[in-house]
């Protein structure tokens, strides 16, 4: 099992431009999860899906999009880049809202 | 005040040093409490959970104190390899999912 991937590992971006992050799962997961993570501060929650088919919003969902077509892949979209969204990305699978959380590698976004 | 807070650190310690990370939590309704270890430029993973009744695995002994709302984490005979960031997690009901910013440690020869 691979457990959670990600890709692209890193990326830069000039302001503006636009770029869709991928989050694979192969443990049969229904709830997957986007978080940033910043220096100094703890993991937030971008976007959240308890499922095929659904989205919801975190606690900084503003200026990205999510799409969940297929049970074991999670996007992150960013329709124009902002300097503010340099961050490192995290894409965490769970069997559930309790249950232990298991996450990708991360993928480092620099916006220029 | 935040939800979670962390003694930054870092905290620097010898090999075979006992070392103690405490954290607090603001929401009294919180449910669930969770240490994960985080090492340079790579994802968290779950160290233990942290129950109600306290809970051991091997030289790790996880804490949980409702009344005072902290839960604490203590390692005993420190390895270099225990060198990390150590995050905080507290789940309130449904996706709340609260993290620390993280204690560092780094253990010396």
């Known amino acids: 099992n691979a457990g959670v991937t990600q890709t692209p590992k890193f990326r830069v971006l000039k302001t503006g431009q636009s770029m869709t992050l991928l989050c694979a799962q192969d443990m049969n997961h229904e709830y997957m999860y986007w978080y940033r993570q910043d220096p100094g501060m703890g993991l937030r929650l971008i976007h959240y899906s308890v499922g095929e088919g659904t989205t919801a919003k975190g606690e900084v969902p503003d200026g990205y999009n999510v799409s969940r077509l297929k049970k074991q892949n999670f996007l992150l979209g960013l329709e124009s880049a902002a300097p503010s969204q340099t961050s490192v990305y995290f894409c965490a699978s769970s069997d559930g809202a309790q249950e232990t959380q298991y996450f990708g590698p991360g993928t480092r976004l620099l916006v220029l | 005040r935040k939800e979670v807070e962390q003694d930054p650190g870092p905290f620097n310690v010898p090999e075979g040093a006992t070392v103690a990370f405490n954290c607090t939590y603001s929401n009294s309704a919180s449910q669930s409490f969770f240490w994960y270890r985080q090492d340079c430029r790579k994802e968290p993973k779950l160290l233990m959970s942290?129950?109600?009744s306290g809970n051991e695995d091997g030289r790790f002994t996880a804490q949980l104190n409702r009344a005072s709302q902290y839960i604490s984490l203590l390692i005993r005979d420190s390895k270099l390899s225990d060198s990390a960031t150590y995050l905080c997690v507290v789940r309130g009901g449904g996706f709340k999912t609260i993290f620390g910013a993280g204690t560092r440690l780094f253990v010396k020869a």
């Open positions: 942290v129950y109600s």
